[in-house]
Structures are given as structure tokens and as C-alpha cells.
């Protein structure tokens, strides 16, 4: 607010059009906005309309990104979290902790399985829901886009309660439909081998209609002219797609591989309902890590273990815009 | 048609081509509707067991192999649901804060997305790299001490707590200040010439130009908040705070476990609403996607 009071003062203020005189002889109690200039009169309005969120976002954003930085950095376990000052300062102690926990480092490696192999697919699946539907058929399009996009509204935990029942190894609809087939379907979530890839392909299922819908926008944005110079070039379907509608998405597969990995960088939900990590702490994601730690009280590894997972996140962001930018 | 069936005597390659042609152009590759409708039925089938599984009597829910549609349908497991959960305060709890929410960032977001947008101020730079900057900050990062701050604030027994930390959010200025960006500055600069006051222009003029935008974010912010599980998992201290998805993961972890006909019947009382809400704006939401998703 201050940068207001210093622009709006040394007012060069009479120079503006006489249209303004009558309002402005109505906030004559305020000398300073009859001596406004326009620009101090924007400035004003400017600092009165962010106002209300910024002070919002300092409070809820702001102080806790700095002050979950200050945990990570001290000893919280025997302190009083009212008095957040009076906690001793341990350096990286935290950081070094984590990574001598099995189970922390082991809880990583879930999560860089779950976006290696699961962001890929999912980028993959959406682009190729966009393509037919964009190119590839011409009836019940809406049909195939609201059937495709329903699991990415839908609350993952009812998502997760449903699959959970699903994937019941005795009473479930899957293992029914491998018998019928006479495969004997394995114990899926409960068995060690197979909870964290069903959970990717949950992941898949659910994200891929975000995807679909975004590359679907970009699909539509593709200039006919040049799909049909480029037909009357001779070029088939796949090089008209690779060399024309694949550069022009390039923007759009950027946004939605750096969102979608920022997601599943973070996954918890599905595993808090399905499986609480287990089993053998098969499904245990960093997140999930994170969580169970601040429920023992142990705010600063917490933490510490929350800015892991956001410098991966930032790592990710910035190897996506390396690969997938424009490259001129 | 019409042109073909009276040449139908002697099918030629000529005609051939045609009706191929024809066929193209009403219904694109027709080879590729079977794997699309194997993919949409993957993609609705678990949607479609949740809604038999939610009218089935506990005797088909235990049947093995299952049934599909349900031998006696009954409405006993949403009765129980509602009664023995008390969904119906985890429904008024996830409406007011999801409400709430959405018009905070309706109102806070557009005020700021608008300033960054069209006006210019010093510090401008400064608050929109702030912002933006904050978008891959995982909630993860701020939870512990946002559960502090709450609790200090003796916010953490009220819905307040759950509310709060969600009225302004960096996506709805991100999505705003797009959207804004894009409306010409002569309408503005008329305004100015004819006298408006800065604070007038903004709310006569561009919020009713903004309203393809405020749909947008209003239903993802909605979305979003209806969904939000983490947050309202930690902070909720009783049940009477309960949201939806909180109450229902506590109950299938719990010793309701095994009550799939309840916990499906939970599912369908948690997905209704945003089915409604989604069918219904569904065009805004496309188009909305797509303009901040593109640009």
C-alpha cells in the first residue's frame, strides 16, 4: 500500500479531461484523489482489488511455505507449537534423517514408479482418445467425451471404494470376468507384486479425459488449410499428424504433462483409502510418508519430507520444459 | 442415398467409392467405434457397478460370482447410510464449504486476475511471479504448518478451518488474469474518457464480460473442493466436520469394511452432485479448459 500514497501524492493532477470534474469534486474529502493522477488513480484500484487475496495468500500460502521451511530445519519433537520461536535449530539434520529411513527411500522409489511408468501412459492414452475422436469418427462424439471424461470428476475415494470392491479377490467383478476366461486372478491389492500397478493404471483411468479434453481443444485449433495442403502433398494420416497437428499441440501436451506429474508426484488418496500403504509398504508414497509422520507428531520431518517431494516436483517441471518446448 | 440406390443395377468401382466416401464422411473410420466402445465401457463400467451395487440387497452382494443387476432392488443400504453415518451433516458440511469456497475465489481472484491483467502499478511484476510461483508448491509443503496455524487461530473445531485456507487460490488468478487479458483495452480506456471510476469500470464492465471465465473457475473451484480429501482429513477434528469423502474413507477403512452395498451407496451420494453440476456446465468447462490450457 505504500507504493500507493508515494505515486498519488506529487500529483501532476489537473491536467486530466473536465469530464472527470463532477466525480471528482464528490471525493473531496480525500484530497489526494482530486490530485490523482490517472496512473495513481489505476495504482489505487489496483492495490484496493488485490488487496483482499493478498492477504489471504500471505496468510495461508505465504507464512506456511516459510515456515514449513523453518520446521524442516529444527527439532519440533519437543517443543510447543504454540510458541513456534522457541524450537533449536538443527541444520539439515532432518534432510538426513530421511534419507537413512528405508522407509522413506523406499516410499520415493514408489512414487518415481508411479510417474515414470504412469505419466507417460496416461499422456499417451489421452492423446490417442483425442486423435480418434477428433479425426477418427464422426458420430457420438459427446457420448465418448463425457463417458471418458466422468472418472476425472468424480471424487477419488469414492473412485477408490468402488475399485476396492472391484478388485475383490473372491467376490470381485474382475477375478469373475478372468474366471470365465479360466485365469485365476492373483489377490490384486493385496498382493505385493500387483497393488502398486494396479494403482498406476487406476491413475490412468482416472486422468486420461483431462488430457483428451485439452489435446482435443488443440486438435480443433489445427488450421484445415494446412491439413489439406498437406493431403495434397501426398502425406498420409500418421505424417499429417506427426508433422503437422504434433508440433502445433506441443504447448498443450506441456501444460498437461507438467500438471499431471505435479499430481502424481503427490499421490496419497488412493492409497490412504486402499491400502493405507501396505501391503509390505508396496503402495506407501512419499506423501502417504509424509502423513504418517506428521500423525506421530513429528512435524519437522513431515516437513522436511514435503519439500523432497517439491524439489522433484520443480526437477520434473524443468526437464518437461526442457524436452517438450518449442524448439526455436 | 437416393442417387445410389437407383444405379444400384450394376455396382460399379465408381459407386463403390462413393458410398465408401459417403460412409466417411457421416461416420468417420468406422472400424474405430469397436475399440472406442471397448475403451468407454472400461472407462463406465466401474461407474455402473456402483450404481448396482448401491441398490443391491445384501444377499447379491456377497454372491458369488457377482450379479450385475440386482435380484430384489432396495433402497435399504442409502437409508443406512444416511442414518447410521450421518451423512446427511457430512452432505450440509461439504455444500457450505464447497459454496464458500467457490465464491471467494469467484470474488478474489477475478479483483486481483483483473489489476494484474489491465491495470498498471508498481509491484505489478513482483505480485504476478509471486502467484504464479505458487502453483507447484504441493498443498503437502504448507499442510503441517497450515494445521498450526488453523489450530491457533481455534479455527480447527469450526468449518471455518476447512474454508480459509481455499478462498484465494494462485490457479483462479492464473485462469482469471488469461481470460481478461484477452478483452480489448478500449473498452476500458472508453470508460475512462467518459468518467467511470476505476472501481466501477471493474464491476460493470468487465465481471459481466468475464462471466464464460467465472463458470469455469466456479465449477472447477467447486470440483475441487468437493473432492478435496487431504485438508479435511487433517484438520477435521470430529464428526460433526466431516466432509463427504473424509466420512466415507473413514468408514471403508474401518469396521464397515466388509458393507460394500453402503459404502457403494456412499459413492453414488458423493458422485451425484457433481454429475449434475458437471452435465450441466459442461460446455463452459470444455471451453474454459481449453482457452487457459492453450495459451
Known sequence: MTSMSTKTLPGRGDTHEPSTAGPQRSAGRRPFALRSTARGRQTRAAWILAAPFLALFLAFMLLPVVWSLLMSLTDTQSADLRTPLNVSFTGFDNYVRLFQDDQFVHALRNTAVFVVVGLPLTLAAGLAAAVALDRGIRRFRAVFRVGFYLPVITSIVAIAVVWKTLLDPRAGLVNTVLGWFGIDGPAWLADTRFALPVMILMAVWRNLGTVMIIMLAGLQSVPQSLMEAAELDGAGAWQRFWGVSFPLLRPALLLTAVTTGIGYLQFFDEPFVMTQGGPLDSTLSATMYAYNQFGNGNYDVASAAGYVIFVLIVALTVLQFRVLRDKD | ?295
Open chain 2, 1 to 295: 442415398m437416393s442417387t445410389l440406390s437407383t444405379l444400384r443395377t450394376a455396382p460399379s468401382d465408381a459407386d463403390r467409392a462413393l458410398r465408401r466416401r459417403h460412409i466417411r464422411q457421416t461416420w468417420g473410420q468406422p472400424w474405430l467405434y469397436v475399440p472406442l466402445a471397448g475403451a468407454l465401457l472400461l472407462m463406465i463400467a466401474p461407474f455402473l457397478w456402483m450404481l448396482s451395487g448401491s441398490f443391491k440387497p445384501e444377499a447379491d452382494i456377497r454372491a458369488v460370482p457377482p450379479v450385475l443387476i440386482p435380484t430384489a432392488p432396495t433402497t435399504a443400504n442409502f437409508h443406512e447410510l444416511f442414518s447410521r453415518l450421518d451423512f446427511t451433516s457430512m452432505f450440509a458440511n461439504s455444500v457450505i464449504v464447497a459454496v464458500a469456497v467457490t465464491a471467494g475465489n469467484l470474488v478474489f481472484c477475478s479483483m486481483l486476475g483483473y489489476a494484474l491483467a489491465k491495470l498498471e502499478f508498481r509491484g505489478q511484476r513482483a505480485v504476478f511471479m509471486l502467484v504464479i510461483g505458487t502453483l507447484m508448491i504441493p498443498g503437502l509443503v504448507t499442510f503441517v504448518p497450515l494445521y498450526v496455524l488453523v489450530a491457533n487461530m481455534k479455527l480447527s473445531g469450526s468449518l471455518l478451518g476447512l474454508i480459509l485456507p481455499f478462498l484465494a487460490t494462485p490457479f483462479g488468478v492464473f485462469l482469471m488474469r488469461q481470460f481478461i487479458s484477452s478483452l480489448p483495452d478500449e473498452l476500458i480506456d472508453a470508460a475512462r474518457v467518459d468518467g467511470c471510476r476505476e472501481l466501477a469500470i471493474f464491476w460493470k464492465i468487465i465481471l459481466p464480460l468475464t462471466r464464460p471465465a467465472l463458470a469455469t473457475l466456479g465449477i472447477i473451484t467447486f470440483l475441487g473442493s468437493w473432492n478435496n480429501f487431504l485438508w479435511p482429513l487433517v484438520v477435521a477434528q470430529n464428526e460433526s466436520q466431516y466432509t463427504l469423502p473424509v466420512g466415507l474413507a473413514l468408514a471403508s477403512s474401518g469396521q464397515d469394511f466388509t458393507r460394500y452395498g453402503i459404502l457403494l451407496a456412499g459413492s453414488v451420494v458423493v458422485l451425484l452432485p457433481v454429475m449434475i453440476v458437471f452435465l450441466l456446465f459442461q460446455r463452459h468447462f470444455v471451453a474454459g479448459i481449453a482457452t487457459t490450457g492453450l495459451k
